[in-house]
C-alpha cells in the first residue's frame, strides 16, 4: 500500500518512509549530499546540534526560518555549495522536517523534495509498503508538501492507494504549475519570501536538479545515486 500522511503527531509504522519537508530542510539534505556532504545527521534540538561541533563537521539548521547564534550555515539549500560542504558531515535541526525523523519506525527513510522527484520514484517502484510522511509547518497542514506526495503518488501509477495517497494524487493532478501553486497559496511559501528567501522557494520548487536519494542509516543520512 502507498499512504501519505500529515504532520503525525504520534508515531507512525511502515517499511519504507519517505520524508517531505519541501520548504526546506529535506530539500536542503538533496542538495547537501548530492554537492559532495559525506553525510547529514538529523537532531531534533538546538542544544544537541553544538554539542556535536568538532572536526570536519558543520552545524547548521533554522529555527522559525533564521540560523541560530554559532551555525554554520542555515536551512537554506542555496548555501550548501561544493566549496562549503565537500568531504564535511552536516548536523542538522530545523522547525519541521528533522522533528517528525524521530516519529517514524521504519525500516528504511528517505528524503524527498521536488529537487531529486524522479529519482525518489524510481527507488520506490520496488517498494510495497510506502508512507509518505509530509512534515507539515508547525504540526499543520503544508500544502508543498501534500503537492510533492501528490506527484510522487501520480508518478508511481499504484492501485493500492490509501486515502491519504489518493487525495493528495487528486490534488496534484488539479494544479496546471507547481511552482506558481506552492508561491500562490503556500503560507509558509509566502511567509518565506516575505522575509526573503524567494530564491529558495524558487530553487525548492525545481524538478529533478539532481539523480539522488538520501538514505538514513544509522542515524545519518548518505547518498545513493543513480545512473
Known amino acids: 500500500m502507498v499512504d501519505v500522511v500529515m504532520a503525525p503527531c504520534s508515531p507512525v509504522e511502515c517499511r519504507t518512509a519517505v520524508v ?42 533554522e529555527r522559525n526560518a533564521q540560523k541560530p547564534k554559532g551555525f554554520d550555515l542555515g536551512n537554506s539549500p542555496l548555501e550548501y555549495r561544493k566549496e562549503k560542504i565537500s568531504g564535511k558531515t552536516i548536523v542538522l535541526t530545523t522547525t519541521n522536517g528533522t522533528q517528525v525523523i524521530e516519529r517514524i519506525r521504519s525500516e528504511e527513510i528517505i528524503a524527498a523534495s521536488f529537487l531529486n522527484l524522479s529519482a525518489v520514484v524510481e527507488y520506490l517502484k520496488s517498494k510495497e509498503d510506502i508512507l509518505l510522511v509530509c512534515a ?74 539532481f539523480k539522488t536519494v538520501p538514505t538514513l542509516v544509522n542515524g545519518v543520512f548518505i547518498l545513493k545515486e543513480f545512473p
Open 20 to 61: 517531505i519537508d519541501v520548504l526546506r530542510a529535506t530539500s536542503t539534505i538533496v542538495t547537501a549530499l548530492s554537492n559532495g556532504a559525506s553525510g547529514v545527521i538529523p537532531v531534533k534540538t538546538i542544544e544537541e546540534a553544538l554539542k556535536k561541533r568538532k572536526e570536519g563537521v558543520l552545524i547548521c539548521g
Open 136 to 209: 507539515g509547518t508547525n504540526g499543520r497542514f503544508s500544502l508543498e508538501d501534500f503537492l510533492l506526495a501528490g506527484a510522487v503518488v501520480k508518478r508511481l501509477k499504484r492501485n493500492d492507494l490509501g486515502d491519504g495517497a489518493r487525495a493528495a494524487e487528486r490534488y496534484f493532478e488539479s494544479v496546471e504549475n507547481t511552482r506558481e501553486e506552492i508561491k500562490k497559496h503556500s503560507s509558509h511559501a509566502k511567509r518565506l519570501i516575505s522575509l526573503g528567501f524567494e530564491k529558495d522557494v524558487e530553487f525548492c520548487t525545481t524538478e529533478d536538479l
